[in-house]
């Protein structure tokens, strides 16, 4: 079983950065690889990024694709999300998640956050 906890969200005007955070306890952190996905009012749940177990490969969709950087710090158990150039679509509810793989954490994670508000106002 494992626990996430994001942090770093808040209120950000549109063109600004933002870093999330994501902490990881209570099972390997290094062995899995760990991801973002976001979900806005009303719409479902969307993926933003991954990053497989080594931090040798990062995936991210077109929406994301070139302002949004995926790393992880296995010293501390800590995946981040760096937001640049954010635009009011980004606003949601930003989750962290875990899973074997960065396939299987594409597809169905089963490890996710409690979630970090992001809000960018134009």
């Known amino acids: 079983q494992v626990q996430l906890v994001e942090s770093g969200g808040g209120l950000v005007q549109a063109g600004g950065s933002l870093r999330l955070s994501c902490a990881a306890s209570?099972?390997?952190?290094?062995?899995?690889?760990m991801g973002w996905f976001r979900q806005a009012p009303g719409k479902e749940r969307e993926f933003v990024a991954a990053i497989n177990w080594s931090a040798s490969r990062t995936y991210y969709p077109d929406s994301v694709k070139g302002r949004f950087t995926i790393s992880r710090d296995s010293d501390k158990n800590t995946v981040y999300l760096q937001m640049n150039n954010l635009k009011p679509e980004d606003t949601a509810v930003y989750y962290c998640a875990q899973e074997r793989t960065a396939v299987q954490l594409r597809a169905a994670p089963k490890s996710w956050g409690q979630g970090t508000q992001v809000t960018v106002y134009s």
């Open positions: 209570g099972r390997t952190f290094s062995g899995y690889a």
